[in-house]
């Protein structure tokens, strides 16, 4: 019966990209719990995006993407601009799950954005704006770095896991008082390091780097009080020391 609602509501939301003067209206293919999962989008670096017009005068939550089995709504957008993220700018919650995207410019006003399943490769964060994110899902993507992310200062949830990351400065962590959770598991990392300097996390509570490369970890300049869980599984670790109980002191679970 449920399912009935949401197709009777699709029929009623669906409408194709209309033109009314020089605007395309991008309108909504399927209206659930307050989602908006807009229709079928093709955006490649060549696509004049200036005269799109999305719905965010009604909808804070916006889905691009095939997420549903009854409905075509697979979409594509290459590059997912700053002029862009411009026509949309009220939207909060923002996914663009497998639209074949390489680039991004980070969206400074969205709380929580999910690029998951796509190919991206190149991550713009401009140093001079402040970013409003709370929840990163980046999962399965091709990045190679994360250095320019010290700039995202409301991070609380970061997931990067199954990347290209081989290296991993955890100094661009301490640019994030709030962080709680950090996946960094399934990419290539091999070794970790600190910067200068004593990493304090305060309300860290879950770090993940399981199935990674890691031989060693040094964690002596780590000061994580609220961390409880800390996954190294399908590490081949040859040495580990966590005794500090003023660095750990909330620590239960250590998975090797």
């Not at 609602?5 to 194709?16: F, H």
């Amino acid at each position: 019966m449920a399912g009935y609602g949401v197709l009777i509501l699709m029929i009623v939301a669906s409408v194709c990209v209309f033109v009314q003067g020089r605007y395309s209206h991008v309108s909504c293919q399927v209206v659930e719990n307050k989602w908006c999962t807009v229709q079928r989008l093709r955006i490649t670096a060549r696509t004049d995006v200036r005269s799109l017009v999305f719905p965010d005068d009604r909808y804070e939550k916006i889905r691009i993407g095939q997420f549903y089995d009854f409905v075509n709504t697979d979409s594509t957008i290459v590059v997912f601009s700053g002029e862009l993220f411009y026509r949309m700018r009220r939207v909060r919650y923002l996914q663009m799950n497998g639209v074949r995207m390489v680039g991004l410019d980070m969206p400074d006003t969205v709380i929580e954005l999910d690029v998951a399943d796509n190919w991206l490769s190149r991550v713009y964060i401009d140093p001079e704006k402040s970013y409003a994110l709370r929840k990163l899902i980046m999962r399965n993507n091709l990045l190679t770095s994360i250095t320019s992310f010290n700039y995202l200062n409301m991070l609380e949830e970061l997931d990067i896991s199954e990347n290209m990351l081989h290296t991993v400065n955890f100094d661009v962590f301490s640019f994030m008082p709030y962080i709680r959770l950090i996946n960094l598991a399934r990419n290539r990392i091999f070794s970790t390091s600190a910067g200068n300097g004593v990493i304090s996390l305060g309300f860290l509570e879950q770090a993940n780097l399981a199935e990674n490369k890691l031989t060693k970890l040094d964690v002596g300049v780590w000061l994580f009080p609220s961390l409880t869980t800390l996954n190294l599984t399908g590490n081949p670790i040859r040495r580990l020391s966590l005794s500090s109980q003023q660095s750990f002191p909330r620590l239960k679970n250590v998975l090797l």
